[in-house]
């Protein structure tokens, strides 16, 4: 559809005649973002929640341009500024520092930290993210393609609580709807959006199931099979809370320290020691560990004995009745200095990367991959100890390289393209 808007009076008008979506959570309070990329999904949320008048006043929108398509990049951020000036609706815009492709694990991690920092910035609680049902089905199956337990296979859900205390609500979801349907209402209202050419090819692999499901599942599998997937979804939702119920009262919890408390489980069932040491996993950064790796831990549990594993790189350990992750501080030495991309080092020269991420033994102890991809505990960012040893950098990894002779030195990497 073309993406020129209409007049301000006339974008009301066509927002207005949207259907409405269900309420928003009675918590938290405050204002209310919404991720806004321009597209027909994010579009319809933002503009149906603008229809309701209770929720107008607390609207607020978040675009991050990830730079990967030149100019339509562009087109979409002054495409979202625009809208929301039509609407009314205070706009916050973003950019990735890098342009030119990168991986979709690369580019979701940089708008999670845009959409950190304006939680910060605008005390904001609630984030709206336009994901529909047919989102919820090609998620659910690439991830029964990797084994995933009742976690993953309810992702995403209406609502879900993070450990930082924010709230990210799918309004979408919660009214049932497909893709379909929201570019039909929106064709009807008189609403344009953006298109992003790249979602019709073969790159990513969402793409390709997507490209796979509309070539025949409605034959295959029936018209209604969208919402069938998120049926099963939300089943899978309420047996990850029943077990999560029953860990609890089984006393594991994780303490300060970050251990999981194990003790009470050596009676549970093996789905359950199983379900629960999988999500602790999970949650100190560590996916697709292999069964064999798992085993000896998972025996130790059942017999309250003690062992230590390998798993997917990194060291985890039951003992008293506690499982954890080794993960020892690296040593910085008695003193740090300014560590500069190019210079010398103990016989090693310096490079930067933006894109760049450590190995398993540079995460910060206690901390999942996720939440020490850019940490503030820890030392000035490129600095480096007395001892050569590198420090975990605040806002760039930095990796230490032998000079490929003894004249010359490495150069600072300019950010993937």
Known sequence: MPDRLPSPAALRAAAARLPRLPAPPTEPIGPIAVGLS??????????ALWGDEAVRPRLRAWHFD?????????GDAAFCAALCAGLGIPFTGGARAATGPASEAELRAERDDFFRAQRAAQAVRLLVTAHHVDDQVETMLMRLAHGAGPVGLAAPRVRQTFRDGHVRWRPLLAA????????????????????DETNATDVARRNRVRAWLAAGADTALGEGYARGFARAARIQDELAEALFAWGAQLGAQVDAEGRLSVAGLRGAPAALRRFLLDDYLRGQGIREASSESL????EAIAGGTAARAS???EVVQVRDGRLSVERPEPSLGPELRPLRPGAAAGGLTVERSTSMKPSGRDWPAGKSRRSARRTSAGPPANCI????????ATSRWVRLARPRSPTCSSTAKSPRG
Request: proline share 6%; charged share 15%; hydrophobic share 50%.
């Open 385 to 392: 100890g007395a001892g050569g040893s590198p420090a975990i």
């Open 176 to 195: 049932g709807l497909r893709k379909a349907d929201l570019v039909a209402a929106l064709g009807t209202a008189g609403l344009p959006w953006r298109e």
């Open 311 to 313: 798993v997917a790189g």
């Open 38 to 47: 321009g597209g027909a999904d994010s579009v319809f949320a933002l503009a």
């Open 295 to 298: 085993t000896p831990l998972l």
């Open 66 to 74: 990830h730079r990967v398509r030149g100019e339509a990049s562009a």
